[in-house]
């Protein structure tokens, strides 16, 4: 990458400007609230998420391993636009809220919020109900007549293997990423000066 605006040749420029666009218009539906993960906008840093990682090199890594998307703020909007397109965003939505209860320390609040995720993504008729089979509903349901911070692993892990296996391919092939992909990679292989690249502005 180049280091700085000035030095910019235009075709680093353009390439840079069309993969930041590409790239808005694919996560501008991805806000997600503060009961499933606070994931919030995406933000135009190269220091996001990894010091020293710049947004292309963060896109190309999502293809690499389900972990590094989930590990990716910026991936983790971008797998859940991608999931709105397949209406299945409450899988990723009950696994970020699994991920934000588990840092509840206080015995009041888990209680008060597992009772609500239940409600939320697990009973029948739920209005984000996740799709997971008879006996973890009911194992989650009697875990919650003493609620600890594992109550809802079994649920989380199978539904975290169910996008593994499912969308998550699905996603890496999509016209979406592919094409995101293609802009990460072209702005990537722009001329290098040695250095971290300096954040984009506009």
């Not at 983790?76 to 397949?86: C, P």
């Not at 840092?103 to 009772?115: D, F, G, P, Q, V």
Request: glycine fraction near 4%; proline fraction near 3%.
């Amino acid at each position: 990458m180049c280091r700085t605006l000035a030095a910019f040749p235009t075709t680093c420029l353009e390439r840079a400007k069309e993969f930041k666009t590409r790239l808005g218009i694919f996560l501008h539906k991805s806000e997600l609230g503060s009961d499933t993960g606070s994931v919030g906008k995406f933000e135009w840093s190269c220091k996001h998420s990894k010091e020293g990682r710049n947004v292309s090199e963060d896109v190309l890594e999502w293809k690499e391993s389900f972990d590094l998307l989930l590990s990716s703020r910026n991936g983790v909007a971008a797998f859940h636009a991608f999931l709105k397109t397949e209406f299945s965003e409450e899988n990723l939505e009950f696994w970020l809220a699994c991920e934000e209860f588990k840092k509840l320390r206080s015995a009041t609040k888990l209680a008060s919020r597992a009772h609500k995720i239940f409600e939320e993504f697990i009973c029948r008729e739920a209005p984000k109900e996740v799709n997971i089979d008879h006996e973890t509903r009911e194992l989650t349901r009697m875990n919650l007549q003493a609620v600890t911070a594992t109550c809802f692993d079994v649920a989380q892990g199978k539904t975290r293997t169910l996008m593994e296996k499912d969308s998550y391919p699905r996603f890496l092939k999509s016209p979406a990423y592919r094409d995101l992909a293609a802009q990460a990679s072209a702005t990537s292989a722009s001329p290098a000066s040695g250095g971290p690249a300096e954040p984009l502005h506009t």
